[in-house]
Structures are given as C-alpha cells and as structure tokens.
C-alpha cells in the first residue's frame, strides 16, 4: 500500500483497486508476453511455467506491486503462488463463484493476492467482486448461494494495467466473459515468508534463480529474511 491511506481502505475492507499499475509499453508488452506464453504453455500455467520467463520473473518485483506488499509483510513477503488466468470470448464460466482462497481469517493480512488486469472489466467482461469486510470474519460463503449474488457486493471495474489487491481471506469470484475479446488476468499471491507454497511440488524453475539478487531469493522462499524468525522486526524492509 503506497500511501497511509490505502493501507487504511485495505485493511478496513479487505480490498484495494490500485489504478495504472501497469501502463504504456510495459502493459502493451506484458499483454503480448501473455499471448506468446499462454499458447506455448496452456491449458494451465502457474509458477511452474512463468517463473522460466525473464519477462515473467520480472514482473514479481514489479515495484508497484511488490512495494504494496512489502507495506503489509515488510521483508517478509514471499511469493506463494502465481497463474494466468484466462476466458475466451463468450465463455460458459459461472457468472459467480464465491470464495474465499485462504480459509483462516484474522486481524492481520496473511496472505494477499494481486489481481492484475490486462483487458476492460467493463460489466460484460464479468469484473471481480468483492464482499468488503469478510475477510474478518470466520463464516464461509453460504454453500446455497456461492453463485448468485450477495448484498454488499462490489465489482471492481478495472482498466487494462490496475491491480485489484484482496485478503486472501475476502469472498471474491470471477465473472462470466460475455465479450466478443479475451478476458486475460495475472494472479499474484503473497504471504509471510514462513508460509508454505500452496503446492507438493518443490522445485520452481532453474531460469527464476539464475543471478538472482537476494530480494529475489527471498521472494521465492529460498533466503531467509534477517538471521532468523525470532523477534524480528515485522516493519523492517
Ligand atoms: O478472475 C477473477 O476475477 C478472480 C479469480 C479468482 O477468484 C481466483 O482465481 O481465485
């Protein structure tokens, strides 16, 4: 979170719309690389895949998205988990599905995805929605109603380059892409770096590694922050 004030909108709703995050060049490259690489990796590209990119290795210390993080977890964050995400054009995706993607709610932010957006999410391209102020509280989405909508739902209607940041704790879905384009997202989480990944799988790709600078070693949970996890200082950068 840039500024006191965002941290303050995030940590009340559990939610944070960041605006150009993205912009001129760089976005219009990352939507290319984001073709290029979804048709030689898909169907499913995660960590596994986009961590053997330059482009994409790059992108996790992307300091728009990276200096938010590190506002919450300080030189603690670590990158948990990384995907595209993709609909074609007139997709049969539910126009719903609430969820939570962490299930342990509590004062503090454990973890934190960045949502970060490549096309219009104009209503027809099925926004993001948000229930603000769920990620405090221990109740999962009603079983009877995860895909319909709920009051107090909110889209967040992102231009091409904004990031939507969420508590992983927070009732979120996807929508359903009614367009005649692509509805392309990245999806970035974070967390304390001594979480586990989400995943059995050790090993992340050889390329994320190579030169890697210690920031970098840290991000992917290689190096630990500071000489040990005892009484560190949880503002320290
Ligand atoms: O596609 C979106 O807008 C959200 C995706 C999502 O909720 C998820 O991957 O957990």
Request: charged share 25%.
């Amino acid at each position: 979170m840039h500024t006191q004030d965002e941290k303050d909108f995030f940590l009340e709703h559990g939610y944070l719309h960041a605006r150009g995050v993205l912009t001129g060049d760089y976005l219009a490259f990352i939507q290319s690389e984001f073709d290029r690489v979804w048709e030689l990796e898909k169907p499913r590209v995660n960590q596994h895949q986009l961590l053997k990119y330059r482009t994409f290795i790059d992108l996790i210390e992307h300091l728009p998205i990276l200096e938010r993080h590190r506002a919450i977890f300080g030189a603690q964050v670590q990158l948990l988990q990384y995907d595209f995400l993709r609909q074609g054009p007139h997709s049969d995706a539910s126009e719903r599905y609430w969820h939570r993607d962490f299930s342990f709610s509590c004062e503090r932010p454990i973890a934190i995805n960045t949502i970060l957006m490549l096309d219009d999410m104009i209503e027809e391209r099925g926004p993001t929605r948000v229930v603000p102020g769920t990620h405090r509280s221990e109740l999962m989405p009603p079983a009877d109603q995860v895909k319909v909508p709920l009051p107090g739902e909110v889209a967040v209607n992102a231009a091409p380059g904004d990031a939507i940041f969420i508590n992983a704790a927070i009732w979120h879905t996807g929508g359903r892409n009614q367009t005649d384009g692509l509805r392309r997202g990245i999806y970035l989480y974070y967390g304390y770096w001594w979480l586990k990944r989400y995943e059995n799988e050790k090993d992340l790709p050889w390329q994320a590694f190579e030169s890697a600078s210690e920031e970098r070693l840290r991000l992917l949970g290689i190096k630990m922050p500071g000489r040990d996890l005892h009484m560190y200082d949880p503002d320290a950068h």
